[in-house]
């Protein structure tokens, strides 16, 4: 069965730096969109940042462009998400979701039921 399993939350100071993985197995991984999403306590989940299919494109929301990076080996079947310059705000749990779009370049951001697949979450905490 398709699996997606993130890795690398943790506690860190703000102003610090994460890389978050999300290891996907049972699908073929470059035929999908990959997307990573947070929620909050008390909050929606809310859209981080999308991959497409190969990797030469992405997109952010605006809270976290310029700080955080997503990017993909499709060799790996592995997304991630370079985290910097980390502030209290971001603390959430982080989900990696895979979205059904093969050979597709431009960046799809989905509504969150529209994602095929999705990982089981990874907490990231920042203290001020």
């Known amino acids: 069965q398709v699996q997606l399993v993130e890795s690398g939350g943790g506690l860190v100071q703000a102003g610090g730096s994460l890389r978050l993985s999300c290891a996907a197995s049972g699908l073929t991984f470059y035929n999908y969109a990959m997307s990573w999403f947070r929620h909050a306590p008390g909050k929606e989940r809310d859209f981080v940042a999308a991959?497409?299919?190969?990797?030469?494109?992405?997109y952010y929301a605006d809270s976290v462009k310029g700080r955080f990076t997503i990017s993909r080996d499709n060799t790996k079947n592995t997304v991630y998400l370079q985290m910097n310059s980390l502030k209290p705000e971001d603390t959430a749990v982080y989900y990696c979701?895979?979205?059904?779009?093969?050979?597709?370049?431009?960046?799809?951001?989905?509504?969150?039921?529209?994602?095929?697949?999705w990982g089981q979450g990874t907490q990231v905490t920042v203290s001020s």
């Open positions: 979701a895979a979205d059904y779009r093969p050979f597709q370049d431009a960046v799809i951001v989905a509504t969150p039921a529209e994602y095929d697949y």
């Open positions: 991959i497409n299919w190969s990797g030469s494109s992405t």
